[in-house]
Each structure stands twice: as C-alpha cells, then as structure tokens.
C-alpha cells in the first residue's frame, strides 16, 4: 500500500487538507479556504466525474435552465452580498442569455451556466491571488476515511492507496449516484426518435428536477404524452415578478407544530393583505427554520416530515413566473398530467403504482420511466457508513442526513465534533435548507475560518 499526498518537501510544513467531491460545495469549500486560511496550505480535491462538472445543480446545465434563486442571493463571496450581481454587470454575454431580466439586476433569475461560469471565475481568481496555495485534482473515489494515531485523517482511495490530512472536508452530497456515462444523452436521443415521439413518458418526482426534466423534453422536441406521477402532487410554487424581500412578523413563533402551521397561514395572508406576498412571508420564516426545526422534538419532527414537508419544499423551493407559467400552460395542455400515486417498483414496461386514495396495485405503462424524485443524502454509502461504524459520525436524529453543527462538524454519537466536516445536503436533517446556494455559501465560510483558526497552534506546534 502507498502512502502519497502533497510533495514530499512540503510535508509537515505546510497545512495539507483534502476536499472529497467536487460539485458545487467542494467549489465553493475551495473558494472558503482559499479566502479564509491565512498560511499556506495544499489541497488535494477528489471526485471521480472526469470533468470539474459543478455537481448535480450545474453539472447537465444547458442554455435554457434557468437557477431558481434570485440572482441577489447567489454571491459566493462573504460579506459582499453583491459580489454576483457586479459580476454580471460585467459579464458581456449576460442580457442575450437571460431571458427573465426584469429592472434591477438583482432581481433576476439566471441560466446555470451562467452562474457555473462565475463560480469557476472567482475560484481561478482566488487561487491566482494565493501563491502559496497549491491544488491538486484527483480522479479516484474515496472509500474509507480514519483518524490516525496522530490524529490526522487517511483517506482510502479507490486504487487501494492512501494518504494523510489534517482536515478533510466531506462535500459528497447525493453521493456517486450518477447515471452510467451517456444514460441522460441515450434517453434524450431515444425521446428525439420519431418512433416513440407520440408515446408515453412517465416523470417521477414533484420537484425542480422533475419540471426542468418536463420543460427539457419539451425544449428537445417530444410530443408525446408526459405524466408526473407524485406522492403528493405538489408542484413547486411561483416566486413573484416583483422582489420578495423576507417580512417577518413581530409576534414570537410558537413552538408547537400545530400552532406554527396557523402562524405561518396566518403571517402569508397578513403579508398579502399588506400588498406584500406570501413569498416574501416565507422568505421571513424562512429565517427562523433553523431555530424551530432545533428546536422541535422528534415526534413533532417526523410528524413534519410526514404530513407537511411536501407542502414546505413546494413553496421554499419556488420557479421563475416564467417558467411557472410555462408549466401551467404545459398542464393546461393536456399533454402533462399530474398524477398522484406511490411508485411501488419498475416493470420492464412502466411502473407498478398505487394510486393516492387506493389500496390496489397497478401497472401503469410507460416507454420510458426518468426518475427524478428529490435528492436525499446516502446514509449507505460505502464513506457514509463506514464513518457510522467508526464512531467518526452519527446521524441527526431522524436519520435524514449526518448530524452536523452548523460549520459543517461532523458530530460524534455523543454529540462532540469529530475533526472532520461535511459541507451541504449531508447536513440536511441538522440544518433545513442546507442543500441551497445562500446556506452553502455561509456554512463554507463558517467552515473555513475554524479551519484558519485551529490551525494556527497546530502548525505553531508542529
Ligand atoms: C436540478 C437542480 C437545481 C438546483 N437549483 C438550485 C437553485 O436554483 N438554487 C439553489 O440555491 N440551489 C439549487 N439546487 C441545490 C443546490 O445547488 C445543490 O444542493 C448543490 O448543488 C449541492 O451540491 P453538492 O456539491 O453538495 O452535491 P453534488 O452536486 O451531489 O456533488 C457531489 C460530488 O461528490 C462526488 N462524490 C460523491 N461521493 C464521492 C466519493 N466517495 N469520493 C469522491 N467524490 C465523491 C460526486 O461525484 C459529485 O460530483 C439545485 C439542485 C439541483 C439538483
């Protein structure tokens, strides 16, 4: 077994940390670090996508998907909440390719590309700006993760090697479920096929993914017939034409689900009263998720996740009016419909489902079937679990995602930070909305900087 890392010349004096994954939390880590730790450091990022793709949210980005978030909240730069917004202004190809611009730039929605151009623009900016930082990009998996007799981290790689850190920041965030190479083309291609052109797709998931995955069929030319098929059947809702900025009311938030469900009702319908919107409500609530969800106990918790966390993602996750409308018009169609049932497994030609209301099962024909249910953290994956039987991570308490503080600490089964750090959705169940770009951003920094400070005795010492 080989023991490698940074240069042999540089070991022991320069702080070495490695970033596991390399989507938009690994970048944005990157980006922390290099604007937060003062000595010089080596970074070793691991990822086995052969390209830098910028992850799930701007990995399959095309000309036409637009980000969800205004383009006010997506500043990667801390304490320069306009950062983004500059950037645009400067960014010459910005008002042909944006085709929700409304006045004010901030108010905008932008294609991913867009906002994947100006990540990798501020990452090669800050990386310019360190000369003592290098970076090194690996290909391989990591497998295993342990705290050594020194109290650094070895990192098992894929090829069976290994290499030692003294930080190491877990950004994995869905995990490697990635379809095979070309699977994502190969279906597109098929759906272009004038043979199936007038046949039946079937879309599972209610979320962003899944009306991007509707819109992107369309956009390629299928005209055939599309179900949403949804547990639920909440679609994401609008974001308003006009700036929802968070109103938040005055009175204290109860602390029992029962109750904070009538004050979040009841705060949307004083807000629109007011002229404001129930948007800008919820962006005030949204303020105070953090605090309530801590807050909550775990019966009230589940019964959340049960009864009400559909209804939640549904308004916090909100599409352009644009492409709201869009989406109305394509329902309104007859060409899409929405259907609720519970997918029960796939059959080589559709679904077994069992519709909402029912207790039967049913075969529901489709010639292709594309999942795009949410996301959630992996608790099985292979680093996940290892690091639960290695005592170097527990899960939050309702075993949504790893527990984590809010820099991003591992937490131990006893609740004391582990040394290690995991950076966005793999905090989902300690932290709500942690899979969003604005809470990322905040929690690398937050990260970085304990990064900076604890390892200033450490290289005084060393
Ligand atoms: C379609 C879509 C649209 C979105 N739109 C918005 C939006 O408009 N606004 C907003 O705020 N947020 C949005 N989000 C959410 C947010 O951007 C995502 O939560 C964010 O992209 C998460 O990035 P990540 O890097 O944590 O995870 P991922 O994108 O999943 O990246 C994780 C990376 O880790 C790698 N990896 C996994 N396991 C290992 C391992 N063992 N070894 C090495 N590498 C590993 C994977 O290969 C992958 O590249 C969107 C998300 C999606 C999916």
Redesign the pocket.
């Known amino acids: 077994m080989t023991v490698h890392g940074f240069p042999a010349s540089y070991a022991g004096q320069h702080l070495q940390i490695a970033i596991?994954?390399?989507?938009?939390?690994?970048l944005m880590m990157a980006i922390a670090l290099m604007k937060s730790v003062s000595q010089p450091f080596q970074l070793r990022m691991?990822?086995?996508?052969p390209v830098i793709?910028g992850?799930?949210?701007l990995a399959t980005a095309r000309a036409t998907e637009i980000?969800?978030?205004r383009a006010r909240d997506l500043s990667v730069s801390t304490g320069e909440p306009r950062d983004f917004t500059r950037w645009l202004q400067a960014y010459q190809h910005f008002r042909e390719a944006v085709s929700a611009a409304i006045p004010g730039f901030g108010q905008i929605f932008v294609p991913k590309a867009i906002f994947s151009d100006y990540v990798y623009q501020r990452f090669s900016e800050a990386l310019a700006e360190r000369t003592d930082v290098s970076i090194q990009m690996s290909h391989e998996?990591?497998t295993r993760i342990r705290r050594n007799e020194t109290g650094r981290f070895t990192l098992g790689l894929a090829d069976g090697s290994e290499a030692a850190y003294d930080t190491v920041v877990l950004?994995?965030?869905?995990?490697?479920k990635?379809p095979p190479e070309g699977k994502e083309q190969d279906t597109e291609a098929a759906l272009r096929n004038p043979s199936i052109r007038a046949r039946h797709v079937v879309v599972m998931g209610n979320g962003?993914?899944a009306v991007?995955q509707v819109l992107q069929l369309r956009d390629g030319g299928f005209e055939g017939r599309i179900t949403i098929l949804s547990r639920r059947g909440f679609l994401p809702q609008p974001h308003t034409r006009m700036p929802a900025d968070a109103v938040c009311p005055s009175q204290p938030m109860p602390s029992q689900l029962r109750h904070i469900v009538r004050f979040v009702r009841k705060a949307c319908a004083q807000a629109e009263e007011n002229g404001w919107s129930w948007q800008a409500a919820m962006n005030g609530l949204r303020k105070r998720a953090r605090t309530l969800w801590a807050s909550l106990p775990p019966s009230e918790k589940r019964q959340f996740n049960r009864h009400l966390r559909a209804i939640y993602d549904s308004h916090r996750n909100r599409l352009p009016a644009d492409v709201h409308e869009r989406l109305e018009r394509e329902l309104a169609g007859g060409m899409t419909e929405l259907k609720r049932g519970t997918t029960l497994k796939r059959s080589p030609d559709g679904l077994i489902v069992r519709w909402a209301g029912q207790s039967t099962e049913e075969h529901f024909a489709a010639d292709e079937v594309i999942d795009c249910r949410c996301?959630s953290p992996d608790l099985n994956?292979p680093?996940v679990a290892d690091l639960l039987r290695a005592g170097l991570a527990s899960t939050d308490e309702l075993d949504l995602g790893l527990a984590v503080n809010p820099a991003g600490e591992l937490l131990t089964p006893c609740g004391r930070p582990a040394g290690l750090f995991a950076i966005?959705?793999l905090g989902l169940g300690s932290l709500p909305d942690i899979?969003?770009?604005?809470e990322?951003v905040t929690q690398a920094y937050t990260a970085a900087t304990l990064i900076n400070a604890r390892s200033r005795p450490q290289l005084q010492a060393g």
Do not use: E, K, W
């Open positions: 596991v994954g390399r989507g938009f939390s690994g691991f990822d086995p996508q793709s992850g799930q949210a980000l969800n978030s998996a990591i950004a994995t965030g869905y995990g490697l990635v962003l993914r991007n996301l994956d680093v966005g959705p899979d969003l770009v604005p990322i």
